[in-house]
């Protein structure tokens, strides 16, 4: 048996983390697709702006309603254009980010990353937030 710890660590080694610093950076540069993956409550307590709330529980099913895709009328459409993104995820501290990053890439997505450390490292470097 394996503790979500354990299991999470593993899943670390086989996805890509990014740090805050990086995300920083995509976010200045490129149009990237931010997915905040805490519960609702979480995400209005401060999230990153450009970010878009889609629960760990919901991501999956949530993912064509993202806004840079979801003018497309053919959800199909949809995942494509979202296919030639880059995703970043982000939760809390970085697990529920690295779960998810491994459910997108499951799902055919290569351009996924976690953020290691999640929404604790984007406030103890001092980046923006805003509230709801």
Same mark, same amino acid.
């Given at each position: ?6 299991? +999470?660590?593993?899943?670390?080694? @086989?996805? &890509? &983390? ?12 490129? @149009?990237?697709?931010? +997915?905040?993956?805490?519960?609702? &409550?979480? /995400? ?9 709330? /889609? ?20 959800? *199909? ?35 996924? /990353? ?5 929404? *604790?490292?984007?406030?103890? *470097?001092?980046? @923006?937030?805003?509230?709801?």
């Amino acid at each position: 048996m394996k503790s979500s710890e354990q299991y +999470i660590a593993e899943l670390r080694q @086989e996805i &890509e &983390e990014v740090t805050v610093d990086d995300l920083q950076v995509a976010l200045m540069q490129t @149009e990237v697709v931010l +997915i905040d993956v805490r519960e609702h &409550e979480e /995400f209005t307590r401060g999230h990153i702006a450009t970010a878009v709330n /889609f629960p760990r529980g919901l991501l999956e099913m949530k993912l064509t309603e993202h806004p840079l895709v979801s003018h497309h009328c053919d959800p *199909q459409l949809a995942l494509d254009d979202l296919a030639s993104r880059h995703i970043y995820l982000i939760c809390r501290s970085g697990g529920r980010s690295a779960l998810a990053a491994r459910s997108l890439e499951n799902m055919g997505h290569r351009q996924v /990353f976690s953020v290691a450390g999640g929404m *604790q490292a984007w406030q103890s *470097q001092q980046y @923006e937030i805003v509230h709801n």
